[in-house]
């Protein structure tokens, strides 16, 4: 029988080399613990004060504060214990194995709670490198819970991808109303249609009623909405059409509402509606509309003069610094040379405002790219199979060709931008 705190028949404090395997021993063996921490279903964990409070101001307090309980026992019946255990990993073994990201939201959420800082840092380095589409939006709503500025301007930007989907996505009503408020008001989200935000508003109103109420009524809707989300709409945005098509039947907004917005739609003074209406005054961001058909052979659309070139092995950045000296809408580009795969247009900070894909050169938007005034943009190619670019050395050739036109009926543009050789 090993006698208790001996190592191999030592003691461990003479076996043991450094701090952190000592941390480790007493985490593991439980030795000189002064604390059980109890949890739901009667688990319990034990663990020691002083390490608890050197880690947490909050423990610090709970646990040897002024004010602190005496006895052994440490009551957390809101803490999953599976998720309470990865905060203990960190605190005595510094690492923590995280196997998804909702396991490292939700112990983001508990290191935040309880002020454990450099935790809370490990859970948002896995997340943001491990970050996908279908964990987005919950990870916004952490971002939103916690006012994490960072880890919120990264869901931003891969929502941009496909505002659309998102926002039409079943997801979208287990958000909190002050998540879906900072989507509404987010210039990034390139919807195709200010329509398409508004549709996901109402089935979040009408989740928010619970299945009770099969066929809630506008009002209903209405009601649960508020009046600051429904000024998160940017109604000026749709056409007289998508504002009939989409708004009228859905009985969420007044008659006399519907009818000043509408002249508000064609170009009626602003003044003349009425302050309670819930109109957003903003007419433009988020892939605006286009008021007029403008031929693009009026347009310049400047190409910087530099080469294509890998960004990594699966990325090539075609072109950085696009602009034009208007206003247009981009909804097709050819690519010569190209193998197909996936096209996407970034703004300047790195978020992507369309995205087409392709098995061969052709690329059309699934949305159109909005490209503004002076503003600058890059085309970034992920390749379906890999491609050999020269940059004019022997043997090989690659350019950046001018820009053409076609011309600009829908607002269709051609594109040539490159002409890879292949090994």
Request: with cysteine; charged share 25%.
């Amino acid at each position: 029988m090993v006698e208790k705190g001996t190592l191999g028949g030592q003691p461990w404090q003479m076996v043991l080399r450094g701090n952190m395997e000592c941390l480790e021993y007493l985490y593991t063996s439980g030795e000189y613990s002064d604390l059980d921490i109890i949890f739901p279903e009667g688990v319990c964990i034990k663990a020691h004060r002083l390490i608890l409070s050197m880690k947490s101001p909050v423990f610090g307090a709970m646990l040897m504060g002024p004010m602190a309980a005496t006895g052994k026992q440490l009551n957390l019946p809101e803490d999953p214990h599976e998720v309470f255990r990865k905060l203990l990993d960190h605190t005595y073994l510094d690492r923590m194995d995280l196997e998804s990201v909702e396991e490292a939201l939700e112990v983001y959420t508990l290191a935040h709670k309880y002020l454990m800082e450099p935790a809370r840092k490990t859970c948002l380095q896995y997340i943001l490198s491990n970050l996908r589409e279908e964990t987005t939006l919950a990870a916004l709503e952490t971002s939103v819970a916690h006012g994490d500025k960072e880890l919120k301007d990264r869901c931003i930007k891969m929502l941009s991808r496909d505002p659309d989907a998102v926002m039409s996505s079943e997801t979208v009503s287990q958000l909190s109303k002050e998540a879906l408020r900072g989507l509404l008001k987010d210039d990034g989200l390139p919807f195709s249609s200010e329509a398409v935000p508004f549709k996901g508003l109402i089935a979040w109103g009408r989740a928010q009623l619970g299945p009770e109420e099969e066929e809630p009524s506008g009002s209903a809707v209405r009601q649960k909405i508020g009046d600051d989300l429904l000024k998160g709409v940017r109604f000026l945005n749709m056409s007289c059409d998508e504002f009939v098509d989409n708004v009228i039947g859905t009985d969420v907004l007044t008659h006399m509402e519907c009818f000043h917005i509408q002249r508000a739609i064609d170009g009626a003074d602003l003044s003349t509606v009425p302050e309670n209406t819930p109109l957003n005054p903003i007419r433009e961001g988020r892939a605006p509309k286009l008021r007029e058909r403008r031929e693009l052979s009026l347009c310049t659309l400047r190409l910087p003069g530099s080469w294509a070139h890998y960004t990594s092995s699966s990325e090539i950045l075609l072109v950085e610094g696009l602009s034009s000296d208007a206003t247009i809408q981009l909804h097709h580009m050819q690519v010569y040379g190209c193998c197909g795969g996936a096209l996407n247009i970034m703004d300047g900070e790195g978020r992507t405002i369309s995205s087409a894909t392709s098995e061969d050169d052709d690329f059309t938007f699934t949305r159109p790219a909005v490209l503004w005034k002076d503003k600058k943009y890059r085309v970034v190619s992920y390749p379906r199979k890999n491609i050999s670019l020269y940059r004019g050395h022997s043997g090989g050739r690659a350019r950046v060709r001018n820009a053409t036109l076609s011309c600009s009926r829908g607002h269709i543009c051609e594109f040539y931008i490159w002409e890879p050789t292949s090994n």
